[in-house]
T-cell receptor, first 113, second 112 residues
Framework: DTGVSQNPRHKITKRGQNVTFRCDPI?????LYWYRQTLGQGPEFLTY????????KSRLLSDRFSAERPKGSFSTLEIQRTEQGDSAMYLC???????????FGPGTRLTVL | QKEVEQNSGPLSVPEGAIASLNCTYS??????FFWYRQYSGKSPELIMS????GDKEDGRFTAQLNKASQYVSLLIRDSQPSDSATYLC????????????FGEGTQLTVNP
């Protein structure tokens, strides 16, 4: 399978814990995006990488959220001190260069108790 | 005004009918438009992209773009029960960086 992959697929955690998600983009894609989606809403942009450089972050992204893409391949998204409001589907997408067709992975569903 | 607005659902059509999904956007600098299909509990799947005014057809799907009216639509011909899903409209433009901005989606149900 050469699509975008994400792990874990589901994560249940207690409020205050830290969680980390991983995304592996389509191999030749140099752009990687993180979105968050809650029930009944469209995906909401969080951050974007071109190769290893994080070029854009949403103003809505609190300081508890951090993302990395150290070698320009896979990316991780960490949420520190999780809150119940962080419960959502976290989606990763990738695209090739200037072509803006973004392809999504299966997502990681986070539940914060 | 929301950046992307989609016709409120849910939309219900009989099998074999044409389903029409509509989307308006506020950013006149928008250049690229996308339709994603999302089944319940799954991630969005890209089904159509359109960049210039006019129609673009792909199988049973036709996307229509009118930049002057800031309007994009998706027609699904010969609707099938397997088309039942939420359809998300998204756009990309110079003012939005590299992000896609999504509408809230329209839930479509195709009844056998």
């Amino acid at each position: 399978d050469t699509g975008v992959s994400q792990n874990p697929r589901h994560k249940i955690t207690k409020r205050g814990q830290n969680v980390t998600f991983r995304c592996d983009p389509i191999s030749e894609h140099n752009r990687l995006y993180w979105y968050r989606q809650t029930l009944g809403q469209g995906p909401e942009f969080l951050t974007y990488f071109q190769n290893e450089a994080q070029l854009e972050k949403s103003r809505l992204l609190s300081d508890r959220f951090s993302a990395e893409r150290p070698k320009g391949s896979f990316s991780t998204l960490e949420i520190q001190r999780t809150e119940q409001g962080d419960s959502a589907m976290y989606l990763c997408a990738s695209s090739l260069g200037g072509v803006n067709e973004q392809f999504f992975g299966p997502g990681t569903r986070l539940t914060v108790l | 005004q929301k950046e992307v607005e989609q016709n409120s659902g849910p939309l219900s059509v009989p099998e074999g009918a044409i389903a029409s999904l509509n989307c308006t956007y506020s950013d006149r600098g928008s250049q690229s438009f996308f339709w994603y299909r999302q089944y319940s509990g799954k991630s969005p799947e890209l089904i159509m992209s359109i960049y210039s005014n006019g129609d673009k057809e792909d199988g049973r799907f036709t996307a229509q773009l009118n930049k002057a009216s800031q309007y994009v639509s998706l027609l699904i011909r010969d609707s099938q029960p397997s088309d039942s899903a939420t359809y998300l409209c998204a756009h990309w433009g110079e003012t939005s960086g590299s992000r896609l901005t999504f509408g809230e989606g329209t839930q479509l149900t195709v009844n056998p």
